[in-house]
């Protein structure tokens, strides 16, 4: 695990990739409480009991619904403003056409 970590961070250091911010940020609670969780599931018993795994399957289905919702929250905010955009084009239109 250790070297896999030291050449991930030699290769970025040396790379200059542009990381999107948002692939991140959806990541960054869970990552850390699932490492944390693991991490004491193993030190306790050096294996991962039912417990363990009910555990780490909510925190999956948290982080998925989580995802689910942004996307359809996007989505919902992207069809409204399209919407949106597209009446108030519609309306200068008319507008327009009937002050002639």
Do not use: D
């Not at 695990?1 to 040396?14: E, Q």
């Not at 944390?36 to 909510?58: D, H, P, Q």
């Not at 919702?69 to 009446?87: I, M, N, Q």
Request: hydrophobic share 55%.
């Amino acid at each position: 695990m250790t070297n896999i970590t030291l050449i991930l961070g030699a290769s970025s250091i040396i790379s200059f990739y542009q990381v999107n911010v948002i692939a991140v940020e959806s990541i960054i609670f869970y990552v850390p409480l699932s490492s944390l969780g693991i991490w004491y599931m193993i030190g306790a018993n050096e294996s991962i009991r039912k417990k363990g795994a009910v555990f780490l399957y909510l925190i999956y289905i948290a982080f998925v619904l989580q995802l689910v919702t942004k996307t359809l929250l996007l989505l919902v905010l992207r069809v409204f403003h399209t919407t949106s955009t597209h009446a108030c084009a519609r309306f200068f239109l008319f507008y327009r056409s009937s002050s002639n």
